[in-house]
């Protein structure tokens, strides 16, 4: 596992609000790996998902320091999402 990866499991498991996540996320940084998150929290992984978004390290980490708005990456073609839109859409709230 890399540190980055390590590094992003440590920062959504401290933004995760208490409660459910309606379904299965996962994030795949290109060329590091993959974080899961669902009802039992944040993990390292690369499993079936209900909807899976993908970036470089470098998106990924501007979208968790709130320096760039996952709209914004999504739009830009910098953030690919695949499955339910729906859910990808909710993660915001749950993050907070």
Not at 1 to 21: C, F, N
């Amino acid at each position: 596992m890399s540190r980055a990866i390590d590094e992003a499991v440590t920062q959504l498991a401290g933004k995760m609000k208490s409660g459910t996540l309606p379904g299965v996320v996962k994030f795949v940084m290109t060329g590091e790996g993959a974080i899961m998150l669902d009802t039992s929290g944040v993990r390292a992984g690369d499993e079936d998902a209900d909807v899976t978004l993908t970036a470089d390290a470098q998106v990924f980490q501007a979208m968790l320091h709130g320096d760039l708005s996952p709209m914004n990456a999504f739009m830009s073609g910098k953030l690919k999402v695949e499955g339910e839109m729906a859910l990808a859409m909710k993660l915001g709230s749950v993050l907070g």
